[in-house]
Each structure stands twice: as C-alpha cells, then as structure tokens.
C-alpha cells in the first residue's frame, strides 16, 4: 500500500501547487515578451551579459596584485568589495540569460506537434546542471572572493587529478592483488 | 445545527452551480465537470432518502456511489487537460503520456497489492482502493499543474475554478482515506467538523470562479506553431552550450 507519508507528501505538494494556482503565478508567467523578441536566435552567445575579456578581468588576480602593491588596507577593502559585487552581478546575469534561454524554450516547444519527452528531459538537465554551476559559482564568490576563484578553480584541479591518480593506483593495487590472490592456494 | 446547514448549504449551492453552468452555457464546454457535479447532487439526495427509508441499504449505496464518483471524478481530471491543452498540441503529448503513465502505475500497484495481500477481502479493502484512486489522481493534478506552469499555460478563469476545487477536494480525500481508517476515534471526531466546511469552501470556489463563462485566454503566438521541434531543440541545446562555455571561461584554470 501507499505509504503514510507519501500520501501527505502528495497532498501537501498538491496544496502548495494550488496555493501558487491561486496566487495567479500561472497567469503571472503567460506576461511573455511579444513573439519577435522571442524567437530562439540562430547565433549562440545570448547569456554574455558583457564581454569574455571583461569577465576574465573580473575573475584574474591581476588588478588585485595592483592593489596590493598600493599597500592601504581601506583601498583593498574598497576594492574586494566592489569586485566581489561586480562578479556576483555577472553571475545573476548569466543565470538570468540562462532562465530566458529557456523560457523561450518553453514558450516555442509548447506549441510544437512534434514535441520529444527525451529531448526536452535532456535540454531540462542540462539547464538544471548549468543552474547549479551558478549557484556554485556565486557561492564560491561569497566565500573565497572573485580573485582567489581562479586560485580555488587551479587547486580543485589538481586535487581532482590528485584523487583520480590515487584512485587509479588503488586500483592497479587491487587487481594486483586479486591475481596474486588467485595465484596463491 | 451547524452541520445541518452546511449539508442544505452545500445541496444549494451544488443546484446554484448547475443552473449557472447551464444559464451561462458553461455545461456545454465542461460536460463532464457538470455531469460530475449533477452526480454528486443525485448522490447526496440519494444517500439521506436510503439512510432514512432502507437504512440497511446505505452501505451498499454509500460505496457503490462513490465508486462512481472516483471514476467520474478521473475524467474530470482528463477533461481539465482537454480543455486546458487544446491549444498545446506538444504539451499535450507530455501530458496524456504523463496521465497514462501515473495510471497504469496506480493499476499496477492495485494489482499487485491484491494478488500478494493472501487476507483480501474486498470488504475490507474498499478504503483502501479508494484511497489508492484519489491518490493517483492527486498525482495526476500535481503532474498536470506542474506541466501548466512548466510551460507557462495560462488557465481562464473557470478552468482555474475547477482546478483549484477539485485538487482542494481530493488533498483533503486524501487525507481522511490515509488517516480516517487507521486512527482512533479523536481524528474522526475533530475530522467531523473540518470536512463538511471544507466542502462548502470548494463549492464556494466553483460559484465564483463559474458563475459566468469566459473564454481562456488565446496563446499570443501563432507564428511558432508550425516551427518544428528539433530545430528548437536543437538552438535550444546549443545555446545553453554556449553558456556553459561562457561561464567556464571565467575561471577556468
């Protein structure tokens, strides 16, 4: 039988559903851009809120070792501050582009007759994967500032490579212990 | 006293809908929500005329009706996604596979639940059958409401009614099926006096939200509607692609 708790997980979803029916979000979502702003366009780079050289300038350590060079703590408050605030715009705005990106999505597959379950399974998790890249992202900016991200991004690396060398030596050392184990009465 | 007049209250109001429905030409787009309604109102006065004139009777009665009105109320579901998705043929597609999927599940669990239960009777199992079927029609609303906001369906306003209605009513089926038969009497006690006004909340909804007709609002777009799905998809794809680029490029190593 159904459980206890599932069968109030399903009502309690099924209020809140109604509670947001209620609410007029379903009415509120139909206030899309007119049809021409929404048409998926055929050249990609739609998210870059600004240029890819200014982002990298945002995320590089080099206007930081400026400030350092400065040696006044008030200007490198200043500045942590600021370029902290900078990044986490940047990042909000790339989430946003990503949210229209696939608002559109939704709105020109909605009416398609042709419409594929799989495909738009595929299309959702590649959102939902690049959603939480920027909940990461902005998360890791709060926490280590947009300077050190990169330091944070070079250490995460190699200590990815770091486990995945590990891992292989645990590896090639067990199977050499299964064939030595076979070997043995 | 209070009881009373919620019954005659809610009996009212189930008349007022109908007269309404039939008045503003509502019956005609949502012939089986009316019908369903129509039910309930024959099967409320069926009900009290066996309780009072062939009391041994109201059992059989009580659980044959209901059973008719869980197999109405599944084709109220289906009806809110007729008319709901008539303008999104490819949300639509989602969706009958979505419902098909969730009861051929609830069949499957019914099944299976009964052929391995060696105790079954089906006396004993009414309740739970029942709570079984509003069960997945819970599912069968929260699916369809996700997919309406997923892709950003607007309801009009009478769809919405009937929506909201019957989701309220089954949430609280559910509840009293899940709890009614397993605990004591306190939950059947203060149970008593939630219900009935919780019934009289969801005809009230249905008098407002279908005390005329209007029309669900059109979708803006019409250029899209031949466009074809894989080209969608596919600029769709590669745009997020190109985000992904976008956003590594800040920091990677």
């Known amino acids: ?185 | 006293m209070l009881n009373q007049f919620i019954w005659w209250g809610g009996i009212v109001l189930e008349v007022l809908l109908l007269i309404r429905g039939i008045r503003g030409k509502l019956a005609f787009q949502y012939p089986v929500f009316y019908a369903y309604i129509s039910f309930v109102l024959l099967q409320s006065l069926l009900r009290l005329a066996t309780y009072h004139w062939n009391s041994p009777a109201y059992s059989y009665v009580y659980w044959v009706t209901e059973f008719l009105g869980v197999a109405i109320g599944c084709a109220v579901v289906f009806e809110i996604y007729r008319v709901g998705l008539s303008a999104y043929p490819g949300t639509a597609r989602v969706a009958r596979n979505l419902l098909f999927f969730v009861f051929v599940m609830a069949i499957a669990k019914t099944f299976v639940d009964v052929s391995n239960d060696p105790r079954w009777r089906p006396a004993a199992t009414t309740m739970d059958l029942e709570r079984i079927l509003r069960i997945e029609q819970a599912f069968a609303i929260v699916a369809l409401i996700a997919l309406f906001l997923v892709y950003s369906i607007p309801f009009g306003r009478n769809l919405r009614g009937i929506l909201l209605g019957y989701g309220m009513f089954i949430a609280m089926s559910v509840i009293w099926l899940t709890f009614g038969a397993s605990s004591g009497d306190t939950f059947r006690h203060y149970w008593s006096y939630v219900q009935p006004p919780s019934y009289f909340m969801t005809l009230g909804v249905w008098v407002a939200h279908l005390w005329s007709y209007r029309a669900s609002p059109e979708p803006k777009t019409t250029v899209l509607l031949e466009q074809q799905y894989q080209r969608v998809a596919a600029a769709t794809t590669r745009r997020l692609q190109d985000a992904r680029g976008y956003l590594g490029r800040a920091v990677r190593p």
């Open chain 1, 1 to 185: 039988m159904i459980g206890i708790y599932a069968a109030l997980m399903i009502s309690f979803l099924l209020v809140v559903l109604l509670l947001c029916v209620w609410r007029g979000k379903a009415q509120a979502a139909q206030q899309l851009p007119p049809k021409s702003e929404l048409t998926p366009r055929e050249e990609g780079g739609e998210p870059e809120a600004c240029p890819p050289e200014i982002v990298s300038r945002i995320f590089s350590g080099d206007d930081w070792h400026f400030v350092e060079g400065v040696r006044s703590s008030l200007v490198k408050k200043l500045f942590c501050r600021e370029r902290k605030a900078v990044a986490l715009i940047w990042v909000q705005e790339t989430s946003a582009g990503i949210r229209r990106v696939m608002r559109e999505h939704l709105e020109s597959a909605r009416r398609s007759h042709d419409l594929e379950i799989a495909s738009e399974a595929k299309i959702f998790l590649q959102y939902a994967q690049l959603q939480f890249a920027c909940g990461v992202l902005f998360a890791c900016i709060e926490l280590v500032g947009p300077q050190r991200l990169r330091g944070f991004a070079i250490y995460t690396d190699a200590l990815a490579r770091r486990i995945a060398d590990a891992q292989l030596t645990l590896r090639a050392v067990s199977v050499h212990h299964e064939i030595h184990g076979a070997d043995s009465p």
